[in-house]
């Protein structure tokens, strides 16, 4: 039976990923169009504002595609497995032993809810950090090279070449706090359940 669930389980995988990956390309082709078309029609003013310049729009339809594509694709599927996982458990664990259960789902699920939920905060914060200094380098970049014949006839190079690497600095300095606490309640986050299985076990 052992090897039937794994084969089932090889099988399904492979079905969910194929299935959600091709999903997650097309919504990302036809959003990463939609983008596109609506940048090159909006009115001239648009253009001239700061966050709306040339680095920052090509940064913008590069990576929020992609970001959809991720939310869209195999990451669906996983977290609606682990939600389906829990519910199974659950089932299966009241019919086992509900005093048990109960007692489990009272002291130790949330514990691990909680620390989910910290570590999850913590890494959407250090990536909205890093989309707003990378855009910023981006359009920093793009407008470096626009203007290259500027640059070139005024030999900025090893001055525009140190600018970008402070940017990227500034961008390291800033998030290096945030990364430490990230990979704190990460380590937590994955440690604290095995914790948690400890306890039911005693």
Same mark, same amino acid.
């Given at each position: 039976? $052992? ?74 599927? $996983?977290?609606?497995?682990? /939600?389906?996982?829990? +519910?199974? /458990? ?32 913590? !890494? ?9 200094? $990378?855009?910023?380098?981006?359009? $920093?970049?793009? !407008? ?15 001055? +525009? /070449? ?33 914790? /948690? ?6």
């Amino acid at each position: 039976m $052992f090897s039937c669930l794994a084969i089932g389980l090889g099988v399904s995988h492979f079905a969910l990923g194929w299935s959600t990956t091709s999903l997650g390309f097309a919504v990302t082709r036809k959003y990463r169009k939609e983008y596109l078309s609506n940048i090159l029609n909006q009115p001239i003013s648009y253009f001239d504002e700061d966050d709306n310049s040339v680095g920052t729009l090509v940064a913008r339809v590069a990576t929020d595609p992609t970001q959809l594509q991720q939310l869209v694709g195999v990451n669906l599927a $996983f977290m609606l497995m682990s /939600c389906f996982n829990l +519910i199974g /458990c659950i089932a299966i664990s009241f019919v086992f032993g509900w005093k048990l259960t109960v007692m489990a789902l009272v002291t130790t699920l949330p514990i691990v809810v909680v620390a989910m939920f910290y570590r999850v905060r913590y !890494e959407t914060k250090l990536d909205s950090m890093s989309n707003a200094v $990378f855009s910023d380098s981006a359009r $920093f970049v793009c !407008e470096s090279i626009a203007a290259m014949r500027t640059v070139s006839s005024l030999t900025l190079e090893p001055h +525009i /070449c140190d600018r970008y690497d402070e940017l990227l600095r500034g961008h390291v300095r800033q998030a290096f706090h945030t990364a430490k606490m990230s990979v704190f309640l990460f380590s937590l986050s994955d440690s604290i359940s095995l914790l /948690c299985m400890a306890f039911i076990m005693w």
